[in-house]
């Protein structure tokens, strides 16, 4: 089945432990990024990767850290997690900017306390 | 920074009425899509529309795009309970990599 599959789905953790949210897609697509959903600020984009070793900031970066060393996987990273990062987050990939849209992952609940 | 704006933010209809919801944005694009989420989950690709198409279908659904204006809709013709969800419009802009997701309708039908 084609899709993007993230892990944890629930994650409690403490300020300042670092922590890694693991995304991975089984359909070969160059496209990937990540979002943070919060209520009434609808999503907003953290990273995306073009492909592999190619990444860039989205609007809200700060805080985080990425990496694309397969085309597969596309980690967030967070060195140093504050309150401030508890949230919803969702990996998604994409074939072509053209005309396809994402396929998201279930989504990461992160706390941090 | 926001570039999708839905409108309204919320909606609640009666099951088989149609749903209409708005989406304006700032910038150029590539193109507008549309995507729903059931309460949490992951969202859900609908529908993309170039630029330079005006408006496309997909079973229930009907987009229409208005460049000039910056602005989008998303019909949903004889509303289901099932259809109960929020939508969001999403933009790619012309620039460069990104994009950018409007806050979102909520859509309750009720049966």
């Given at each position: 089945?084609?899709?993007?599959?993230?892990?944890?789905?629930?994650?409690?953790?403490?300020?300042?432990?670092?922590?890694?949210?693991?995304?991975?897609?089984?359909?070969?697509?160059?496209?990937?990024?990540?979002?943070?959903?919060?209520?009434?600020?609808?999503?907003?984009?953290?990273?995306?990767?073009?492909?592999?070793?190619?990444?860039?900031?989205?609007?809200?970066?700060?805080?985080?850290?990425?990496?694309?060393?397969?085309?597969?996987?596309?980690?967030?990273?967070?060195?140093?997690?504050?309150?401030?990062?508890?949230?919803?987050?969702?990996?998604?990939?994409?074939?072509?900017?053209?005309?396809?849209?994402?396929?998201?992952?279930?989504?990461?609940?992160?706390?941090?306390? | 920074?926001?570039?999708?704006?839905?409108?309204?933010?919320?909606?609640?209809?009666?099951?088989?009425?149609?749903?209409?919801?708005?989406?304006?944005?700032?910038?150029?694009?590539?193109?507008?899509?549309?995507?729903?989420?059931?309460?949490?989950?992951?969202?859900?690709?609908?529908?993309?529309?170039?630029s330079n198409e005006r408006?496309?279908?997909?079973?229930?659904?009907?987009?229409?795009?208005?460049?000039?204006?910056?602005?989008?809709?998303?019909?949903?013709?004889?509303?289901?309970?099932?259809?109960?969800?929020?939508?969001?419009?999403?933009?790619?802009?012309?620039?460069?990599?990104?994009?950018?997701?409007?806050?979102?309708?909520?859509?309750?039908?009720?049966?």
């Amino acid at each position: 089945e084609a899709q993007v599959t993230q892990n944890p789905r629930y994650l409690i953790t403490v300020t300042g432990k670092k922590l890694t949210v693991t995304c991975s897609q089984n359909m070969n697509h160059e496209y990937m990024s990540w979002y943070r959903q919060d209520p009434g600020l609808g999503l907003r984009q953290i990273y995306y990767s073009m492909n592999v070793e190619v990444t860039d900031k989205g609007d809200v970066p700060e805080g985080y850290k990425v990496s694309r060393k397969e085309k597969r996987n596309f980690p967030l990273i967070l060195e140093s997690p504050s309150p401030n990062q508890t949230s919803l987050y969702f990996c998604a990939s994409r074939r072509s900017r053209a005309v396809y849209g994402y396929t998201f992952g279930s989504g990461t609940r992160l706390t941090v306390v | 920074s926001q570039q999708g704006e839905e409108d309204p933010q919320a909606l609640s209809i009666q099951e088989g009425e149609n749903a209409t919801m708005n989406c304006s944005y700032k910038t150029s694009i590539n193109n507008l899509q549309w995507y729903r989420q059931n309460s949490g989950r992951g969202l859900v690709h609908l529908i993309l529309i170039r630029s330079n198409e005006r408006e496309k279908h997909s079973g229930r659904l009907r987009v229409t795009l208005d460049t000039s204006k910056k602005s989008s809709s998303l019909l949903i013709t004889a509303s289901r309970a099932a259809d109960t969800a929020s939508y969001f419009c999403a933009t790619d802009d012309t620039g460069g990599f990104k994009t950018i997701f409007g806050a979102g309708t909520r859509l309750f039908v009720k049966a």
